[in-house]
């Protein structure tokens, strides 16, 4: 087991992994693609870093590596994909044709400008930055970050009203904490999950809403990337919730004023929406209404996926596929763009979009 990983989280990547290699030791990436694989499918990507992940890292798995971007867009290349703007997906969904892929990046991190955008620009590759614009206003709450964080500080993490009290002597300690208390915070109230985590942050002498600044692209360097005609900017909100969790006025501001702001700062209209978190206890059917209501041309979800002729009557709710950093192997590449796995986790829900 490493060190990075509670037991559980471990069997699961472990799983995983596994479930990766027996398709290529099979090849059924190969014989079963031409069945499993859509019209084509939408990566999502988050951090891109060089340096490797630390001891305690509960969220390495939004981090790949400038050289995994790189083999990661040679092998879509490589097994006939082409890549694609977003904008263009209607169309080719609509159509059919030449199986394409989409590159896509959450939240608006720097490493994108400073490590993926350079890969991208050396293959000529399209790609779209979904940005939060309290982020790119150097505020707002990246919580799942501020939480590791402030476990990385405390030898002890309470939460009394969870009735949490949990060891965190050590890294495999503190990543069993933070999947406990994650796990906790997430099935309650975003309210609750914030508050909890303030607190943790302050008990670690951490000052919530710190971070964006450090992290994110400010307004001025995301118009500097802007001049690179390859990049597409969406919205991705006001600041980052789980929208299903508000009611609908305040699900529809973060989506509608989200948006606004970045088509201020950007000069630029903006037509594609990135759900936050962007799985179904966070972005549903309502959710899925209200980006098309509001004019968007497409909007996606993190539900795990290819995207299928089907999908032209349910733009606001395309799936994607994570290109997960504790697998960065080709293994694991291979077997998500064929779509085989998928065959399985979706359980023959091909668009998945309910």
């Known amino acids: 087991m490493s060190a990075t990983e509670t037991p559980a989280l471990s069997r699961r990547h472990r799983l995983f992994a596994a479930g990766f290699r027996a398709i290529a030791a099979s090849r059924a990436d190969l014989w079963l693609g031409p069945v499993a694989r859509g019209r084509g499918l939408i990566l999502t990507f988050h951090h891109v870093r060089p340096e490797p992940p630390a001891a305690y890292a509960p969220n ?105 009290d949990l060891p965190a002597r050590d890294a495999l300690d503190k990543t069993a904490a933070f999947a406990a208390v994650y796990r906790h915070l997430r099935a309650g109230p975003e309210a609750r999950l914030l508050a909890v985590i303030a607190g943790l942050c302050a008990e670690a002498g951490l000052v919530p809403g710190r971070l964006a600044a450090d992290l994110c692209l400010s307004w001025s360097e995301l118009r500097d990337l802007g001049r690179d005609p390859r990049v597409t900017f969406g919205a991705h909100t006001i600041s980052h919730p789980m929208l299903a969790k508000h009611d609908a006025a305040v699900a529809r ?86 779509g085989v796995p998928f065959l399985a986790w979706n359980r023959g829900r091909r668009l998945n979009v309910d």
């Open 60 to 164: 390495g798995l939004l981090a790949i590596t400038p050289d995994f971007l790189d083999r990661t867009v040679t092998l879509v290349r490589k097994r006939g994909f082409e890549i694609i703007a977003l904008d263009a997906v209607p169309e080719r969904l609509a159509r059919g044709g030449r199986p394409f892929a989409v590159l896509t990046f959450d939240d608006g991190y720097r490493d994108n400008a400073e490590h993926a955008a350079p890969v991208l620009r050396r293959h000529d590759a399209p790609w779209t930055l979904f940005v939060t614009s309290a982020f790119a206003s150097g505020h707002g709450r990246l919580w799942w970050l501020e939480l590791e964080r402030a476990i990385g500080r405390l030898d002890r993490v309470r939460v009394p009203d969870g009735d949490l």
């Open 253 to 338: 501001r973060e989506i509608e004023a989200g948006r606004a702001r970045i088509a201020a700062e950007l000069g630029r209209p903006v037509t594609h929406l990135s759900y936050p978190v962007g799985d179904p206890t966070s972005a549903g059917r309502r959710e899925f209404a209200l980006a098309r209501d509001l004019g968007f041309a497409t909007a996606v979800t993190t539900r795990p996926g290819h995207l299928f002729g089907g999908h032209a009557a349910h733009l606001h709710a395309l799936p994607r596929v994570s290109v997960n950093g504790h697998h960065q192997t080709e293994a694991a590449l291979s077997a998500l763009l064929s």
